[in-house]
């Protein structure tokens, strides 16, 4: 009996043991430190919070690496601040739904710093008359050279990446910088699960290049929510989400440097939405409009749900779903089946279409033909976590 006893204790305390031990998480303490200067060979930022010093640049055959859940923070008061990956260079930034990595600013003020900016040498067109490949020079700054004929370029990973309070304009069309900024980026890019938060300018531009998105979330940032030039064409991209408040212009600005064309973007599932009382981010502006086509720009756009583009009448402003700009654009795009808006669920919005200038062309659903339809749309299709909430926000709850 004494036996029996003994063993059942012994393996009480076997059981008891190996319990404890299964239930025990071992807790992962974050590294501090500075990131600074031109990173030349490749290098890992352990879990971390980090403060980002300067034009930080990723040089030509160097790979950086973030591990998910870091923080890197920035400070205006220190000058400019950016995350630059040049050409040849990569980044590898792979968070989670719940630990996701965050380029941040000290002060929380929009427009604090210049976001993430990465070159390739993908395709770009910005003139009818030269030849490719392209070429052409940064805004943001840098005055770098961009274009190229790779359309495979591979810039690296950024998944449940978030950026906030960047787009920093420093001089007005000469230096800006957005949130996101892709310089003929190709489509060997990965580019998932990324939000623009509360920047000064566009949430996401893309210059050129073959690069796509997915499940990208702009939110709160001044200028455009989605932008691009340079004839951009990613072909993959979906689940685009933008939310305007406070102060904003177009929900999709679409340009292509006045260069007819016959190539254009694809993206599906996407969500325009702007608060109430939104204003544009000049006053002297008269137009704010989820969509708006000029200087050739096209696309290939369905399952589509616009909200709150309304008229307002101090200052005088028209608000609209889909504005073509110019007769360049309606004439080259529009009518030739370029632009197409297929699947489209238009509520609380004063205009459908708005003709632009010079009024020699008037913009309807007939103009499109088959390439317009509506319907009951149902938008991006985004799944929340720590990635799309800021500081106990979540951004999708307007979704």
């Given at each position: 009996?004494?036996?029996?006893?003994?063993?059942?204790?012994?393996?009480?305390?076997?059981?008891?043991?190996?319990?404890?031990?299964?239930?025990?998480?071992?807790?992962?303490?974050?590294?501090?430190?500075?990131?600074?200067?031109?990173?030349?060979?490749?290098?890992?930022?352990?879990?971390?919070?980090?403060?980002?010093?300067?034009?930080?640049?990723?040089?030509?055959?160097?790979?950086?690496?973030?591990?998910?859940?870091?923080?890197?923070?920035?400070?205006?008061?220190?000058?400019?601040?950016?995350?630059?990956?040049?050409?040849?260079?990569?980044?590898?930034?792979?968070?989670?739904?719940?630990?996701?990595?965050?380029?941040?600013?000290?002060?929380?003020?929009?427009?604090?710093?210049?976001?993430?900016?990465?070159?390739?040498?993908?395709?770009?067109?910005?003139?009818?008359?030269?030849?490719?490949?392209?070429?052409?020079?940064?805004?943001?700054?840098?005055?770098?050279?961009?274009?190229?004929?790779?359309?495979?370029?591979?810039?690296?990973?950024?998944?449940?990446?978030?950026?906030?309070?960047?787009g920093q304009v420093i001089t007005q069309n000469n230096k800006e910088q957005n949130g996101f900024s892709f310089?003929?980026?190709?489509?060997?890019?990965?580019?998932?699960?990324?939000?623009?938060?509360?920047?000064?300018?566009?949430?996401?531009?893309?210059?050129?290049?073959?690069?796509?998105?997915?499940?990208?979330?702009?939110?709160?940032?001044?200028?455009?929510?989605?932008?691009?030039?340079?004839?951009?064409?990613?072909?993959?991209?979906?689940?685009?989400?933008?939310?305007?408040?406070?102060?904003?212009?177009?929900?999709?600005?679409?340009?292509?440097?006045?260069?007819?064309?016959?190539?254009?973007?694809?993206?599906?599932?996407?969500?325009?939405?702007?608060?109430?009382?939104?204003?544009?981010?000049?006053?002297?502006?008269?137009?704010?409009?989820?969509?708006?086509?000029?200087?050739?720009?096209?696309?290939?756009?369905?399952?589509?749900?616009?909200?709150?583009?309304?008229?307002?009448?101090?200052?005088?402003?028209?608000?609209?779903?889909?504005?073509?700009?110019?007769?360049?654009?309606?004439?080259?795009?529009?009518?030739?089946?370029?632009?197409?808006?297929?699947?489209?669920?238009?509520?609380?919005?004063?205009?459908?279409?708005?003709?632009?200038?010079?009024?020699?062309?008037?913009?309807?659903?007939?103009?499109?033909?088959?390439?317009?339809?509506?319907?009951?749309?149902?938008?991006?299709?985004?799944?929340?976590?720590?990635?799309?909430?800021?500081?106990?926000?979540?951004?999708?709850?307007?979704?």
């Open positions: 009996m004494k036996k029996l006893v003994l063993s059942v204790a012994v393996l009480a305390s076997i059981f008891t043991s190996c319990s404890s031990d299964d239930s025990s998480t071992p807790v992962k303490t974050p590294v501090t430190g500075e990131i600074s200067g031109t990173i030349s060979s490749d290098k890992t930022f352990a879990y971390g919070n980090y403060t980002l010093n300067g034009n930080v640049k990723i040089a030509a055959g160097a790979t950086v690496t973030f591990e998910a859940g870091s923080t890197i923070t920035a400070d205006k008061t220190n000058g400019e601040d950016a995350l630059i990956i040049l050409k040849g260079g990569k980044v590898i930034a792979v968070g989670t739904a719940d630990s996701p990595i965050v380029f941040t600013e000290k002060s929380k003020i929009a427009g604090s710093w210049g976001g993430i900016i990465m070159y390739g040498d993908a395709p770009i067109v910005n003139s009818a008359t030269a030849p490719a490949p392209q070429t052409a020079i940064s805004e943001d700054g840098q005055s770098l050279s961009y274009g190229g004929s790779n359309a495979q370029h591979n810039g690296g990973t950024l998944k449940f990446v978030r950026v906030e309070y960047a310089y003929s980026v190709g489509a060997g890019t990965t580019l998932e699960n990324l939000v623009s938060y509360k920047g000064n300018d566009d949430g996401f531009e893309f210059y050129g290049g073959t690069v796509s998105g997915k499940n990208l979330i702009s939110y709160g940032n001044s200028d455009d929510s989605f932008d691009w030039q340079d004839g951009w064409r990613g072909q993959e991209n979906t689940n685009w989400f933008a939310y305007q408040t406070g102060v904003a212009n177009y929900g999709v600005e679409v340009e292509a440097k006045s260069v007819a064309n016959t190539f254009w973007p694809k993206v599906t599932n996407i969500t325009l939405k702007r608060a109430a009382g939104t204003q544009t981010e000049a006053l002297s502006e008269i137009q704010l409009d989820a969509f708006q086509f000029k200087k050739e720009g096209n696309g290939d756009f369905s399952n589509i749900v616009i909200d709150g583009y309304k008229n307002y009448t101090t200052p005088a402003t028209n608000g609209g779903a889909i504005q073509v700009l110019d007769v360049a654009t309606y004439n080259n795009q529009v009518l030739t089946g370029h632009v197409k808006l297929t699947n489209v669920k238009i509520t609380n919005t004063d205009n459908n279409f708005i003709s632009g200038v010079p009024n020699t062309f008037t913009v309807n659903a007939t103009s499109f033909g088959a390439s317009f339809s509506t319907g009951a749309a149902t938008g991006a299709q985004l799944t929340g976590g720590a990635w799309a909430t800021v500081d106990g926000v979540n951004l999708l709850s307007n979704l």
